[in-house]
Nanobody
Framework: QAQVVESGGGLVQPGGSLRLSCAAS????????IGWFRQAPGKELERVAC?????GRTVSTDLRFTIFRDNAKNTVYLQMNNLKTEDTGVYYC?????????????????WGQGTQVTVSS
């Protein structure tokens, strides 16, 4: 069964870093545009970063967040630095077979179960 699975979340202090992973199985993630979304408590779902298929162009809403691929591992990562309490939330990754990145509400080919990130002292 083709799917994406997120991992790497956890509890981190403000100012710390985390690297989230979005591992694809059953399809080649490099042929898909991959997005990272965040659902913060009491807030709407928002896209925080994405990487366009084949072209490799990246989009990030925050300079502290970097998205990149490792095609050999069929995985896309979200490196998050200098984390703040407002970064707390569930992070999801998405995959779509388009040469662009869609926003919230779009129809994605794959959507993961999410990984919890908690930034707290």
């Amino acid at each position: 069964q083709a799917q994406v699975v997120e991992s790497g979340g956890g509890l981190v202090q403000p100012g710390g870093s985390l690297r989230l992973s979005c591992a694809a199985s059953g399809f080649t993630s490099g042929d898909y545009s991959i997005g990272w979304f965040r659902q913060a408590p009491g807030k709407e779902l928002e896209r925080v970063a994405c990487i366009v298929s084949t072209e490799g162009r990246t989009v990030s809403t925050d300079l502290r967040f970097t998205i990149f691929r490792d095609n050999a591992k069929n995985t896309v990562y979200l490196q998050m630095n200098n984390l703040k309490t407002e970064d707390t939330g569930v992070y999801y990754c998405s995959a779509e077979s388009h040469y662009y990145c869609s926003g919230v509400g779009a129809s994605f080919d794959y959507w993961g179960q999410g990984t919890q990130v908690t930034v707290s002292s």
